[in-house]
């Protein structure tokens, strides 16, 4: 992880994240984890529970038998069914991208509803002046270090704090998303046509200020048709989006921005005009679901978290095809060139079957429903959008399972990193890497149709890429010729449409 100026960044940034108030409720969670066992002769599966490699010696107790009749009767909860929740539920079961939404964004007790707090220093850092890039972390993290002091210690609402190339690298990134949208509105919209944004989870809307300072200095005549559109789902960050108009003077404020306070996921309106749609380091918190497969069938079984009357986690197991966006997105995978690494070594698997109290099921997968989610909704709402989306596409100290999270807080001054996405909701940051390659097939199949695997215009860049393309990285290049903003996030892609 320190190998490398990829990782480096990440790691010291990470240990920044987030800040805890010392006196809190926090307590560590209990998670079990239940295989089902599969009957041959039918597709369900039974609530036995498979040995493990220590029940011979750890067998059930009395009242662990009598939680797992419980759960039978469970009911299944979705995020939606526990939004007026004033604390988690306990004794039912959601699926793992409903309980993971729950955790992050149920509006009374998740993660992004307590004090969070997206980074933004007061003044822009001025890299031409600075020695290199150790100097701009030093900077940095005294920065962090004044933030974390200001904590109010008798505060016992979470306070989170993270950070986006956006904040660190203001103006001059989002200077670079604007280049690359006036240019691609000039060569196929201008003049005919409105230059319409929609950008999804705008922040501070510190990306929408750069962008439309730079169209109003630099092109005034696209600036005269241009409309920008914030999609937002939390309503103390569309307060804190239309502040950053108010506090500027009538003449510097931009009257084309319009905040709608809104889930991209309960959009219902039709866009039927031609329009850009961002989402800038947005996704890492859409929630997965997690599949296993038989190793004897293959076939796959998606995971469930049951809460028992305590609020301790077990995960169960059912058969694929009761939930019909998870069976639309492996439909829709299949018709791609993905392959699931936890599936493709069969002579492995094979030896896994023979061993002594094996397992009856591989690794975890975890898989991206809810952004395929969202192009769906691109795709029935916003027809003729050109997309530009940027995230990591991948993540150290990740929980096991393939493209799994990391999961993690901010505690007594110390970050936390777990090794289960199954903890207490509200206190955690759980965020995933994106497989930017198959999202791009994805993307053809879903959104552009027949036209899938033959369209040269969706592509892949990588952080550094893009901004060494539409960047003037000029303006942040230390004295020593290092470059913060092409060295760091090096484990961020794009995708562009």
């Not at 859409?286 to 497969?293: G, K, M, P, T, V």
């Not at 094979?350 to 691109?378: D, G, Y």
């Not at 552009?448 to 303006?475: P, Q």
Request: aromatic residues 12%; charged residues 25%.
């Amino acid at each position: 992880m320190l190998k490398s100026n990829r990782n480096r960044f990440i790691q010291a940034s990470r240990q920044l994240l987030s800040i805890r108030p010392k006196h809190s409720s926090f307590r560590p969670v209990i998670t079990r984890l239940q295989h089902t066992k599969v009957s041959s002769s039918s597709n369900s599966s039974s609530s036995e529970e498979r040995p493990g490699l220590f029940s011979p010696f750890f067998s059930p107790t009395a009242e662990e038998q009598a939680e797992e009749k419980a759960r039978r009767h469970y009911p299944r909860l979705t995020a939606y069914d526990t939004a007026n929740c004033k604390s988690p539920p306990t004794c039912n079961k959601m699926l793992v991208r409903d309980f993971i939404d729950d955790s992050l964004y149920n509006p009374n007790y998740g993660y992004f509803s307590k004090q969070a707090v997206i980074f933004s220093p007061e003044t822009d850092f001025d890299f031409n002046r600075m020695r290199d890039h150790l100097e701009f972390m030093n900077v940095l993290g005294q920065l962090y270090k004044d933030i974390e002091g200001e904590a109010d210690e008798v505060d016992e609402v979470a306070r989170q704090v993270w950070h986006t190339p956006t904040e660190l690298f203001k103006p001059w990134y989002g200077y670079a998303i604007a280049k690359y949208l006036v240019s691609e509105y000039k060569l196929n919209l201008f003049p005919h046509k409105d230059l319409i944004i929609y950008e999804m989870g705008a922040g501070n809307g510190t990306l929408m200020m750069n962008i439309l300072d730079y169209i109003q200095q630099n092109e005034p005549a696209v600036y005269k048709r241009t409309q920008y559109n914030i999609i937002e789902i939390s309503g103390k960050l569309a307060e804190r989006q239309a502040e950053r108009q108010d506090v500027r003077e009538a003449k510097d404020q931009h009257t084309c921005v319009k905040i709608i306070n809104k889930s991209i996921f309960d959009w219902d309106i039709h866009v039927p005009d031609q329009c850009f749609f961002l989402g800038m380091e947005v996704i890492d918190n859409f929630a997965h679901d997690l599949i296993r497969y038989d190793l004897e069938t293959l076939k796959p079984y998606q995971a469930l978290v049951s809460t028992d009357a305590k609020g301790e986690y077990t995960e169960v197991y059912e058969p694929v095809g009761s939930d019909a966006l998870i069976n639309r997105y492996l439909a829709m995978r299949d018709q791609t060139r993905y392959r699931s690494p936890v599936v493709s070594k069969h002579l492995w698997l094979k030896c896994l079957q023979s061993l002594p109290l094996a397992p009856n099921m591989t690794s975890a997968e975890f898989i991206p429903t809810k952004l395929f989610m969202l192009l769906e909704t691109l795709k029935t709402h916003f027809p003729q959008h050109r997309l530009v989306l940027s995230d990591f596409s991948s993540l150290p100290d990740s929980v096991d399972g393939v493209d799994a999270p990391v999961v993690q807080t901010r505690y007594r001054g110390t970050m936390v990193p777990c090794s289960t996405y199954m903890v207490q909701p509200g206190w955690f940051d759980i965020f995933f890497p994106t497989n930017f390659e198959l999202l791009r097939d994805l993307y053809l199949l879903v959104c552009r149709g027949s036209r899938a695997g033959n369209d040269k215009t969706v592509k892949v860049l990588t952080h550094r890429e893009f901004c060494e393309r539409y960047g003037d990285v000029e303006r942040t290049a230390t004295r020593s010729g290092e470059n913060p903003m092409l060295m760091y996030y090096e484990n961020m892609k794009m995708i562009i449409t």
